[in-house]
């Protein structure tokens, strides 16, 4: 059975930082670029970013670009998301999600809650 | 303000058949695969449809998707009570460094 769990989530001051983890299992993790989704409380599916099988191509949404890193381990079937200068506007339920062709967001995680308060 | 546009709402009465509409342009859905994902309420995201208009195994052929130019369509048909969520139109997008897109999300109420 295809799991991901993600972690890492909390309750953070404005400018701090955190690091999320989605932790995967049932399937060739090395095998499925990945990705992180956000949905802010009451709104809509936000894409954030995607790394590829070997993490050679990595991409973010523009409004992401340099305080959002995405990297991987398959070694430890693990995926994560480092997220520096946290602001409000960051606060999300965070998703991990897998791609693999010919699908993509075929299986997500339950999500992990983050929330951006002094 | 997304990139992709779905109406905010839809709705529909048990049996019946509905559409949600998603509209991008040339270098998103004119130029790429389209994806729709079902969220029910309180819950993660599900894939309902993928390049297209194929189904993943799992989910009934009540769901199909169809794509035109630089619209797409989710249609349900036999509208159920437990077909009521939010759906979210998604596709890659060619432009700048490229970035996959979603749209605002169609909220379905079944009446």
């Known amino acids: 059975e295809v799991q991901l769990v993600e972690s890492g989530g909390g309750l953070v001051k404005p400018g701090g930082s955190l690091r999320l983890s989605c932790l995967a299992s049932?399937?060739?993790?090395?095998?499925?670029?990945m990705h992180w989704v956000r949905q802010a409380p009451g709104k809509g599916l936000e894409w954030v970013s995607s790394?590829?099988?070997?993490?050679?191509?990595?991409y973010y949404a523009d409004s992401m670009k340099g305080r959002f890193t995405i990297s991987r381990d398959n070694a430890r079937n693990s995926l994560y998301l480092q997220v520096n200068d946290l602001r409000a506007e960051d606060t999300a339920v965070y998703y991990c999600a897998t791609e693999k062709s010919p699908t993509a967001f075929d299986f997500w995680g339950q999500g992990a809650m983050v929330t951006v308060s002094s | 303000q997304s990139v992709l546009t779905q109406p905010p709402s839809a709705s529909g009465t048990p049996g019946q058949r509905v559409t949600i509409s998603c509209s991008g342009s040339?270098?998103?859905?004119?130029?790429?695969?389209v994806y729709w994902c079902q969220q029910l309420p309180g819950t993660a995201p599900k894939l309902l449809i993928y390049r297209n208009n194929q189904r993943p195994s799992g989910v009934p052929d009540r769901f199909s998707g169809s794509k035109s130019g630089t619209s797409a369509s989710l249609a349900i048909s036999g509208l159920r009570s437990e077909d009521e969520a939010d759906y979210y139109c998604v596709a890659w997008d060619d432009s700048l460094s490229g970035s996959w897109v979603f749209g605002g999300g169609t909220k379905l109420t079944v009446l």
């Open positions: 790394i590829s099988r070997s993490s050679s191509y990595i």
């Open positions: 049932g399937f060739t993790f090395s095998s499925y670029n």
């Open positions: 040339s270098s998103n859905i004119g130029s790429n695969y």
